[in-house]
């Protein structure tokens, strides 16, 4: 999921790849990163968009597609859950010199 973050992985597709089952995946995936493989893929999205942003040059269409979104609403909704904020206001933030806006940590 590294090497093609724009992939629309699957937990199936995932575990395939691994060679497990994907009840199998899935379980030993969360214990050994903490989350369940969907999510986890969708952070490290999050993180290459703002990422992106943070270069000034794409625009969050450009960051949409280099992830694998196919519509900026769409990528809209999932950056503003993972970080609290639109990927124009983090974009905003950022280029004011503030530090980029973090979604307070969520307890266990």
């Given at each position: 999921?590294?090497?093609?973050?724009?992939?629309?992985?699957?937990?199936?597709?995932?575990?395939?790849?691994?060679?497990?089952s994907r009840s199998a995946f899935a379980l030993r995936f969360k214990e050994l990163v903490g989350a369940p493989?969907?999510?986890?893929?969708?952070?490290?999205?999050m993180y290459k968009v703002g990422c992106?942003?943070?270069?000034g040059t794409a625009s969050v269409a450009d960051a949409a597609a280099l992830v694998g979104y196919e519509s900026v609403g769409?990528?809209?909704?999932a950056f503003q859950r993972v970080h609290g904020v639109t990927p124009a206001a983090f974009r905003r933030?950022?280029?004011a010199g503030e530090p980029a806006?973090?979604?307070?940590?969520?307890?266990?």
């Open positions: 999921m590294h090497r093609d973050v724009a992939h629309p992985w699957s937990v199936e597709a995932l575990a395939g790849v691994a060679g497990m493989p969907l999510e986890y893929l969708t952070r490290w999205r992106e942003l943070r270069g769409a990528l809209n909704r933030a950022v280029a806006p973090r979604r307070a940590a969520r307890s266990a």
